[in-house]
């Protein structure tokens, strides 16, 4: 008797913690947790300057939070890799933040975070096909790897050449991603 009403208890407690809000997340992560946060952001701002992401080149440690943070026009972010730009990963994994960032000055209220979970290279692009962004060079690079010709120019070039953006059917995958009200409002600019 005494047994059960502890383990209920126990469950109570386990169900309460996992019931913890951490932003929204997108359907279809398997992140598991957020805990292992190093409590670094580093910050991105889409579109400042035109089709570019500033910085485009982020250097980052497992466990950091990168954050996009969206100015005027109709951007988003999904996740590609270096051999296939403007092109969702072919596994189904890829994040994806959807065009909910549509802005007309400023930022928006809204920032898409992903946590860095290894130390491989986290190529990604602006999907927005009006304009053809991505082939314009909107495309960028968490922990690129310095050694190998995967560079940001050669993935430009890449970019260029490649036909009309498509963007992930699955939301979210192998980083995560996440749309929460701007918690950094100044951060990048
Ligand atoms: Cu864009």
Redesign the pocket.
């Known amino acids: 008797m005494f047994a059960s009403k502890a383990f209920a208890l126990f469950a109570a407690v386990i169900a309460s913690v996992s019931a913890a809000p951490a932003g929204t997340p997108t359907t279809g992560n398997d992140l598991v947790s957020r805990t292992g946060w190093t409590g670094v952001t580093h910050s991105v701002v889409?579109?400042r300057g035109g089709?570019h992401f500033d910085p485009e080149n982020v250097v980052a440690e497992i466990g950091d939070t990168i954050e996009w943070h969206f100015t005027a026009?109709?951007?988003?972010v999904a996740q590609s890799d270096f051999a296939h730009p403007c092109k969702p990963l072919a596994d189904g994994t890829s994040f994806f933040a959807g065009f909910l960032f549509p802005t007309k000055e400023g930022q928006n209220p809204n920032v898409y975070q992903i946590t860095v979970i290894d130390n491989n290279p986290i190529w990604y692009y602006?999907?927005?096909t009006k304009?053809n962004?991505?082939q314009m060079g909107?495309v960028g690079v968490v922990n690129q790897n310095f050694d190998s010709q995967n560079t940001l120019s050669n993935q430009k070039v890449i970019a260029a050449g490649t036909g009309v953006s498509t963007v992930g059917t699955i939301q979210g995958g192998k980083n995560g991603g996440f749309t929460r009200a701007n918690p950094n409002p100044n951060s990048g600019f």
Do not use: D, E, I, R
Not at 73 to 76: D, I, K, M, R, V
């Open positions: 889409v579109g089709l026009a109709n951007h988003s602006c999907p927005q304009g962004h991505c909107m």
